[in-house]
């Protein structure tokens, strides 16, 4: 069993050690933190002392906020993210063709298109290759003009 070290008010990053509040099953040392921006964690004494933990995880959601701008600002062109227009289709694709679903109700497979925080439909048709090819067409007018303006320009590997 290790001796505890008073870390009271000790500051460590966003985090004020407040008080001791026993051992968890491993014995390690747990101490209740008020973070800055008002929330408390428990944190073990060796992840404050070593740097491990430095906030209640608010600084690292900040993190990824501040980079997920940033990819934006590099990826958003004309209006749109030049990234997401030639993506792969969803993993949860099941026609196999990126924009073309299934439509249970009318029995038809459904195409369309998304473009500017717009979703364009397309129609609906009786076969998966007049479906396809309606979309086809459409990425051809929607974001071939995209493309050939900014190709040159964005980074789709972010």
Partial sequence: MSKAIDLTGQRFGRLTAVEMVGRDKRDYILWKCKCDCGNEVTVISASLRSGATTSCGCFRKELSSEKLKKQNQIACKGGTNICLLTSKKSKNNTS????????????????????????IYLGCFGTLEAAAKARAVAEEQYFQPILDKYSTHSKCDL
């Fill in 96 to 119: 196999g063709v990126k924009g073309v679903t299934w439509d249970k109700e009318k029995q038809k497979w459904r195409a369309q298109i998304n473009f500017q925080r717009k979703n």
